[in-house]
């Protein structure tokens, strides 16, 4: 693991990213930032995208155990990109939805994808670099490692 000021300064710059990205989870979503600085370092972040190409958002995973490799389980969270935002679309409508739940949203690591979830029901699933929500397929960026 990286030591010294160098990793130090990521580590805020990754947390200022994420406060940034997320300013308004709601209180089942919130993650106190102590929590969090902990936690950093096996986050996933991914940009999402139309499969033309256009920019919606971003998707985070945090696993609820981090010494699991791979993680099997953990919580997820959206943000549509507020920037330049999206015209309405089906897909937009799925990301909002997901992005405004009051419930904690979910994944599991199932036998060839990636479950999503709330308290009450199936949202939806990624398999390779494919996000699929309310019957929308839309495309996964990592920027894990681009940060």
Request: hydrophobic share 35%; glycine share 8%; with cysteine.
């Amino acid at each position: 693991m990286p030591s010294g000021k160098h990793y130090s300064g990521r580590l805020k710059n990754k947390t200022a990213l994420f406060l940034r990205i997320f300013p308004f989870l709601s209180r089942a979503q919130t993650v106190t930032l102590t929590h969090l600085k902990g936690r950093l370092k096996t986050m996933h972040y991914f940009s999402i995208h139309t499969q033309e190409g256009d920019h919606l958002g971003f998707f985070i995973m945090l696993p609820d155990n981090e010494s699991e490799n791979p993680p099997q389980s953990g919580r997820f969270a959206v943000k549509l990109q507020s920037e330049n935002p999206p015209q309405e679309t089906a897909a937009v409508r799925a990301l909002a939805a997901c992005q405004n739940t009051g419930t904690p949203l979910y994944w599991a690591l199932e036998k060839d994808h990636v479950a999503l979830f709330d308290d009450n029901a199936a949202l939806g699933r990624i398999r390779g670099e494919y996000l699929t929500l309310a019957g929308q397929t839309l495309l996964l960026n990592d920027l894990t490692g681009t940060l």
